[in-house]
């Protein structure tokens, strides 16, 4: 029994946080509508597969660590990995409070973000044309990291210290975001992907940058704490990164249809799924949180409706991974 556990441990995949994510999020977006006992629901699921996930992944870095230095290896495996820093960001900003699971889990989540930033370094370094042409949307998975670390970090109880400290690595997830996007654009360009290859993962450009704005609305919440200055051009940038967020969704939507509709790839079950969900979640919850901030002005009335999708997206791609299950016992 031990050795088919361990061996489902090898296999993890290196987004395997990502449900996490995804399920923390939509949690938070239907607290803030108001529905209190579903987002409940949702965050005793979150921490139940986290806790499981978390000790699955020691299994894994114990008895497999060949296996972790292969897929840090892989340009298309390696970013995977922050899911675990997303979701331990995500689900700490979910629990709130000055709890020491909220301060452990953003402690723990920075060390293995500086470790795997170390290790993408070294990838970028040591084959940057391979990993150049390998570029997709799972790279914005290292900014969607950092930023999860600074909604973690930025609650009601925030003191001068944290607040400076979130607003430095705001600001470098805000200038990552940007390297990223050359860098994809840049793929894109040189490189199109086809039908097969245009995938669910490209949806997390959305993500990453709703999640900026969520973090940088934390920050204008503490706007007493902030250089005198700032908070005008601060509160500037969040709005330019939600009219990006905006603008990336219809583009989006656009591609799945291409890629379902018009060349007919089959929808089967992917993890790469729930990189769907989190940005629908991390959108919905940054703009509640926009229409909170002085001088912007969202449609707040559109909040319920985008955590209602949100919510029936993350249903649907349980369904999907149900009905996959099901499938696959039958003979």
């Known amino acids: 029994m031990w050795r088919t ?18 399920t923390g999020i939509v949690s938070r977006a239907l607290d803030g509508t108001g529905a209190h006992l579903v987002g409940a629901l949702l965050l005793g699921v979150a921490g139940i597969t986290y806790l499981a996930l978390l000790a699955a992944s020691t299994v894994k870095v114990v008895c497999h660590p060949d296996r972790i230095r292969a897929e840090l290896r892989d340009p298309a495996r390696a970013f995977g990995h922050f ?16 709890a020491p699971v909220t301060v452990c889990l953003p402690a723990v989540a920075a060390v293995v973000w500086v470790a795997l930033g170390g290790a993408v370094l070294e990838l970028l370094w040591s084959a940057p044309r391979v990993a150049l042409a390998r570029a997709d949307g ?15 970090v930025t609650g009601p109880r925030t003191g001068h210290t944290a607040v400076a400290v979130a607003l430095g690595l705001w600001a470098l997830g805000v200038l990552l975001y940007a390297a990223t996007l050359a860098v994809i654009v840049r793929r894109l360009l040189r490189h199109p992907p086809g039908p097969t ?9 959305m993500g990453a940058a709703a999640i900026s704005t969520l973090a940088g609305a934390q920050l204008l919440a503490h706007g007493t704490l902030l250089p005198g200055r700032l908070p005008g051009p601060l509160t ?16 989006l939507v656009a591609a799945g249809i291409w890629r379902h509709v018009h060349h007919r790839v089959p929808l089967v079950h992917d993890p790469a799924l729930w990189c769907i969900v989190f940005p629908l ?43 996959s299950r099901l499938q696959a016992r039958r003979p």
């Not at 799972?138 to 909604?151: D, K, N, P, Y």
């Not at 449609?299 to 993350?314: D, G, Q, R, S």
Request: hydrophobic share 55%; glycine share 8%; proline share 8%.
């Open 5 to 22: 556990a361990r061996e489902k441990c090898r296999n993890l995949p290196p987004a395997a946080f990502a449900p996490v994510m995804a």
């Open 83 to 98: 899911t675990f820093v997303a979701a331990s960001g995500v689900l700490a900003a979910r629990l709130g409070g000055p």
């Open 138 to 152: 799972s790279w914005f998975l290292a900014t969607v990291g950092l930023q999860s670390l600074v909604i973690a």
């Open 197 to 205: 290859g245009l995938g669910p993962s490209y949806w997390v450009a």
């Open 236 to 251: 500037d940038t969040v709005l330019s990164l939600w009219v990006w967020a905006t603008g990336l969704i219809p583009f």
């Open 281 to 323: 979640g991390m959108y919905t919850t940054a703009t509640t949180h926009l229409t909170a901030v002085p001088g912007s002005h969202p449609p707040a009335t559109a909040t319920h409706l985008l955590a209602w999708t949100a919510l029936a997206a993350w249903l649907a791609v349980h369904g999907r991974l149900a009905a």
